[in-house]
């Protein structure tokens, strides 16, 4: 199922949720699309290229893609990295601490200058005259990890931060109430985050973005300043990682 989650005269987001089989890691794929280019966040595996081929066009072309971007290394990220690279002439974004690792989805002959290796400290992505944030959010759970802020929509994308887990017959696409959704993060995010302090940096710097909703890869969104303003207080205060060594 896609959910286009902002439209303007001029742009648009839409969610993938729904591509994954039975069994597989739940994963979501987010389109921010300007104009006519567009942004492809966390395309994911093998398995989902194929349905992402049926899904896209109804949005945006693929040969339109201008970026696609992967908030870390892992292979639910951008294991199907290959497939685009042969439809598309899009730049893969990939925090500098990944680069290298880049080639393991593709060859080092598709990647010859498409690869946008982004410095520790964040940059800015035009997007048919629209400048994206690739913001840091190292060892949240990757010590190469970047999140994708769209200031037109004010949608920050998270990648890993704010996933949930549901159980097959407690699926849904918008935390409703954060309270009861909180056991659905809680195991994942002890676990996969590194350290409060890690958590309360990001924080404290996510706070100075107006933000109208937070869009995780896996799981449920959090939308409206409310529910976002909570889930940034509860990660501020998280105990994770090598806090419960």
Request: proline share 5%; net charge negative.
């Amino acid at each position: 199922m896609a959910i286009e989650f902002f439209k303007n005269d001029t742009h648009r987001c839409v969610r993938f949720d729904d591509l994954y089989e039975e069994g597989d890691v739940q994963a979501n794929q987010s389109l921010i699309i300007n104009g006519d280019q567009g942004m492809l966040l966390e395309p994911g595996g093998n398995k989902l290229f194929s349905r992402m081929m049926i899904e896209m066009p109804k949005y945006l072309p693929p040969q339109k893609l201008q970026y696609i971007f992967l908030s870390h290394q892992d292979p639910d990220v951008g294991a199907g990295l290959n497939g685009y690279l042969l439809v598309t002439d899009a730049k893969v974004c990939v925090s500098a601490v990944w680069e290298r690792f880049v080639p393991s989805f593709t060859s080092k002959r598709m990647m010859a200058e498409r690869l946008i290796a982004i410095p520790d400290e964040g940059m800015r992505l035009t997007l048919n005259k629209v400048d994206l944030l690739l913001v840091p959010a190292h060892f949240l759970h990757s010590p190469g990890n970047f999140q994708v802020y769209d200031p037109i929509s004010k949608t920050l994308f998270t990648g890993d931060l704010g996933a949930s887990l549901f159980p097959p017959d407690k699926i849904y696409a918008t935390v409703t109430d954060f309270d009861a959704h909180v056991k659905y993060m809680l195991d994942f995010h002890r676990r996969y985050m590194a350290s409060n302090k890690a958590c309360a940096k990001w924080a404290m710097m996510i706070r100075a973005l107006d933000i109208d909703r937070i869009v995780p890869q896996h799981g449920a969104m959090f939308e409206g300043k409310t529910m976002a303003n909570r889930f940034i207080e509860w990660v501020m205060n998280l105990q994770c990682g090598v806090d419960l060594f």
